[in-house]
T-cell receptor
Framework: AQTVTQSQPEMSVQEAETVTLSCTYDTSESDYYLFWYKQPPSRQMILVIRQEAYKQQNATENRFSVNFQKAAKSFSLKISDSQLGDAAMYFCAYRSAGYGNKLVFGAGTILRVKS | GAVVSQHPSRVICKSGTSVKIECRSLDFQATTMFWYRQFPKQSLMLMATSNEGSKATYEQGVEKDKFLINHASLTLSTLTVTSAHPEDSSFYIC??????????????FGEGSRLTVL
């Protein structure tokens, strides 16, 4: 079974600075997806960024980028120019390729943004 | 993106009663939906995979007679917590995949339902 590990229960960053959230995963599969989801106090899950395993290029979405190291099974999220609205719980998630496959979540990292 | 709606967003019930939570895909059809449970400041734990027109697949340790799942149409899955007890109090979230367009692997989430059992 696949597992996702987030080793940082909490992180803090100063507004406008950069922070990196760590994520590692374990799988024997070669085709899969990786995601970072944000969960603000409203509890709504919001997709931040996704990465297809077959793509070597790291995904980027505005201030959010990932460092995907397939051989090391590492998938970190970098948030640049942090904003107060970035404060939330962040979950790293894994999903096998294929229609009916579930998302497996890491334990989450609480990100606090200081003004 | 695709929209998934859950109802109710909050529900309070007495111990021993049953509560039904609905999950609807508003602008797409979903043959598979997923139900998660989340305790405060913890991760989402998959409870079951809901399959349209067939029985749900439950994760190990989840009581299928306690958490009844029905997926009677391509846009609606329901989770019924039967004979609820205070320990069932939690945040329940559903998700579904939109097969239209590019295969991004993404799942879309409902707003979640907070259940409080008194």
């Amino acid at each position: 079974a696949q597992t996702v590990t987030q080793s940082q229960p909490e992180m803090s960053v100063q507004e406008a600075e950069t922070v990196t959230l760590s994520c590692t995963y374990d799988t024997s599969e070669s085709d899969y997806y990786l995601f970072w989801y944000k969960q603000p106090p409203s509890r709504q899950m919001i997709l931040v960024i996704r990465q297809e395993a077959y793509k070597q290029q790291n995904a980027t979405e505005n201030r959010f980028s990932v460092n995907f190291q397939k051989a090391a099974k590492s998938f970190s999220l970098k948030i640049s120019d942090s904003q107060l609205g970035d404060a939330a719980m962040y979950f790293c998630a894994y999903r096998s390729a294929g229609y009916g496959n579930k998302l497996v979540f890491g334990a989450g990292t609480i990100l606090r943004v200081k003004s | 993106g695709a929209v998934v709606s859950q109802h109710p967003s909050r529900v309070i019930c007495k111990s021993g009663t049953s509560v039904k939570i609905e999950c609807r895909s508003l602008d797409f059809q979903a043959t598979t939906m997923f139900w998660y449970r989340q305790f405060p400041k913890q991760s989402l734990m998959l409870m079951a995979t809901s399959n349209e027109g067939s029985k749900a697949t439950y994760e190990q340790g989840v009581e299928k007679d306690k958490f009844l799942i029905n997926h009677a149409s391509l846009t609606l899955s329901t989770l019924t917590v039967t004979s609820a007890h205070p320990e069932d109090s939690s945040f329940y979230i559903c998700s579904a995949r939109d097969l239209r367009g590019a295969n991004t692997g993404e799942l879309f989430f409902g707003e979640g339902s907070r259940l409080t059992v008194l």
